[in-house]
């Protein structure tokens, strides 16, 4: 896995690569969390984002599916910082 950008095979054979948006450590959980996208776009104009279980130590990095209520409450908490972070930057800029 490069540092910034990564692909995975889908079940049907197709390569997709995604941008890595950030990694963490979660204190709370003891694990290392991936949040990525591949830039695609929903419904609502909102670009896709991903979250994984992912092991930094190891050389070819797997990446595992977050299945606790809890781990999601981290990644939504850090997500909606972030985002109130870049909106209050925006909002400065343009003043």
């Known amino acids: 896995m490069k540092k910034n950008r990564f ?50 130590e190891e050389e070819d990095s797997r990446l595992d599916p977050i299945t606790t209520e809890k781990e999601w409450k981290v990644i939504e908490t850090i997500l909606s910082t972030l985002q109130e972070e870049i909106q209050k930057k925006d909002s400065d800029d343009e003043q």
């Open 7 to 56: 692909s995975m095979m889908t079940e049907e054979g197709k390569e997709v690569f995604y941008d890595v948006l950030f990694t963490f450590e979660s204190e709370e959980t003891n694990k290392n969390y991936i949040v990525y996208t591949d830039n695609s776009v929903d419904e609502t104009g909102n670009v896709r984002v991903f979250a994984s279980i992912y092991y930094p």
